[in-house]
């Protein structure tokens, strides 16, 4: 089945500063690559997605970039807020097309 | 309006019993899935159907079983009930397999489940 690495798995940064989260996974035939948000108590919720055909796709302040001969992607995070502050997750699909196999995730803290 | 809605929100229980948790979406969304979320913040998958036939169904005990009475429901019962069970469990849904739809998976708030 996918196998999942996220990087790091914890990380703090100073409101302003930029974040960058990197996801690794094992089966070259995903082709859908998102990314969640989950704060504190909270329900995992979208934030950004790219699919395979994209190399790199941006949403205000959050952008995600793809290597998929690499087969890895980046969730990037400029001008962080303590907002900002969530457990991030990626979840590329699996090889059967049926499910999102999600990393085990980043805790990002922002400090004001 | 809530768009997936799980209850209850917290069960407590103790060891050896048994629960059932549900889960309703009204987005029309064809899949819908469980999943569960350790101490750790591990999200891994238990269920997913679609259009309430069973897709996927990961290594989990024969305790856990799913059943969908449409595919706008899709309920999770729980049998003799172990310590290791406790957990938050979340409900998902997507407009097709795999999630390929403009808003991806919604979830809903998540069953906390503590066994005692």
């Known amino acids: 089945g996918e196998n999942v690495e996220q990087h790091p798995s914890t990380l703090s940064v100073q409101e302003g500063d930029s974040a960058v989260i990197k996801c690794t996974y094992s089966?070259?035939?995903?082709?859908?690559f998102p990314w969640y948000k989950q704060e504190l108590g909270k329900r995992p919720q979208l934030i950004i997605d790219?699919?395979?055909?994209?190399g790199e796709k941006k949403d205000q302040r959050i952008a995600v970039t793809l290597n998929k001969t690499a087969k890895h992607f980046s969730l990037h995070i400029t001008e962080t807020q303590p907002e900002d502050s969530a457990v991030y997750f990626c979840?590329?699909?699996?090889?059967?097309?049926?499910?999102?196999?999600f990393g085990k995730g980043t805790t990002l803290s922002v400090s004001s | 309006d809530t768009a997936v809605s799980q209850t209850p929100k917290y069960l407590v229980t103790q060891m050896g019993n048994d629960k059932s948790i549900k889960c309703e979406q009204n987005l029309g969304h064809d899949t819908m899935y469980w999943y569960k979320q350790d101490s750790k913040k591990f999200l891994k998958i238990m269920f997913s159907?679609?259009?309430?036939?069973?897709?996927i169904n990961e290594t989990v005990p024969n305790r856990f079983s799913p059943k969908s009475p449409d595919k706008a429901h899709l309920n999770l019962h729980i049998n003799s009930l172990e310590l290791g069970d406790s957990a938050v469990y979340f409900c998902?849904?997507?407009?097709?397999?795999?999630?390929?739809?403009?808003?991806?998976?919604?979830f809903g708030s998540g069953t906390r489940l503590t066994v005692v």
């Open positions: 089966d070259s035939a995903s082709n859908y």
């Open positions: 998902a849904s997507s407009q097709d397999l795999g999630s390929t739809g403009a808003n991806g998976y919604t």
């Open positions: 979840a590329p699909r699996n090889q059967a097309g049926t499910a999102l196999i």
């Open positions: 790219i699919r395979s055909n994209v």
């Open positions: 159907y679609n259009n309430k036939e069973l897709i």
